[in-house]
């Protein structure tokens, strides 16, 4: 397993006005106000969870950390959200 990538959605909800995640990341479950928080949020709890919730402690003895590190983008569209992919 080389550097695993994991996709994150930012998807806006016109009736609670906020952006919520949509993500193979599992334990993932972000709502926020702003696409700046949401950005913020994802990149402070997706690291953590993939490594949590992604990996075996038998991947984490023979594996090198830079075979783990996931690969999470995030991508702002011009109009109406946001994508990581």
């Given at each position: 397993?080389?550097?695993?990538?994991?996709?994150?959605?930012?998807?806006w909800d016109e009736e609670a006005y906020v952006f919520y995640s949509e993500?193979?990341?599992v334990?993932?479950?972000?709502?926020?106000?702003?696409?700046?928080?949401f950005e913020?949020?994802?990149?402070?709890?997706a690291p953590q969870l993939?490594?949590?919730?992604h990996f075996t402690e038998n991947d984490l003895k023979q594996r090198s950390i830079l075979d783990l590190i996931p690969s999470i983008f995030f991508r702002?569209?011009?109009v109406g959200g946001a994508v990581a992919a």
């Open positions: 397993m080389k550097n695993p990538s994991f996709f994150v959605k930012a998807i993500s193979d990341i334990g993932l479950h972000l709502e926020t106000v702003t696409i700046e928080e913020v949020e994802m990149m402070a709890f993939v490594m949590q919730n702002q569209q011009s």
